[in-house]
């Protein structure tokens, strides 16, 4: 297990630190559900990137039934001070605080890693201020454009109620990162013509990350489910981008179906988990399939966000 004082020193190499030593777990025994090997993978509409991931549906764990955006921390359910020493990739120390970076043993893809913000706090899967910055942070010292993260919100499909964000590397660009997007007011940009629509804040410096946990912050306040996505590859633009979709609620445990609309599936990045849709599904079929989680009242939501700034 690697460890590190101080995140800021570490600029340039954690992601080559993670990645050498999520292979290294990755080829041992035991800690993994199932190998990530060679993965099919096609292009629908020039949008849509499809990967067949089956072993995703049939061998990962259970997840929690979650009822509620409040719904407080369960020591007694799985979280991630349960996980074996032997899942951790690095552990950054910040006075009496321990930010943890897991495999994630049930992975999308290749280098699929956890990142458990104040782990030992033991805090519920609702973003705060001091992780959003620390998420951003490690977005504007990334050298490795390949670089996404996500979160999902409790009722979006999260399926531990334990604070934590995906790391995920894809080297092709996602769909929702070549929209264009509309001006709504200050720092919010909207985009309605999506199958879900979705607010996005640029983030040119740490100290901006306010704006998106504001807006965040409201869609807590108001029970909203929610999936974030910060990236650094949106269009031409420079900066931290933060993509965040309002959607309606997901009730109880997460149902293993052909695909689940979480934040990889929003950003137009579909895992399938059975062979025969993977070669029958269609672009119209997605759509359809995403649209099922955009909420009724965007408009009367966007009027709320305008009141923030």
Known sequence: MERQNDFKNVPNLFEEILKKKWDEIHEGPKVFRYKIKEINEKYLQEKYLIQLNPDRGKKRREPEAIHSLSQPFDETKFNFMKASSNEILLTLINGNEEHVFLVNVSPIARYHILFCPSMGSCLPQTITLDSL?????MMFASQDRDLRIGFNSLCAFASVN???YHLLFEKRTLYI???KWNHLKGPVYFKEDYPVPAFCCNIKKLSETINAYILIKYLVDKSIAHNVLITNRKSQETGVHVIIWPRKKTEGAKQFTDFNVAICELSGWIPIYDEETYRKITAEQIEDELKKWKLDDFF???EG?????
């Open 133 to 137: 910055e620390f998420v951003a942070e």
């Open 162 to 164: 334990h604070l934590h």
């Open 177 to 179: 990162e070549q929209v």
């Open 300 to 302: 009367e939501l966007c």
């Open 305 to 309: 966000i305008k009141s923030l700034y």
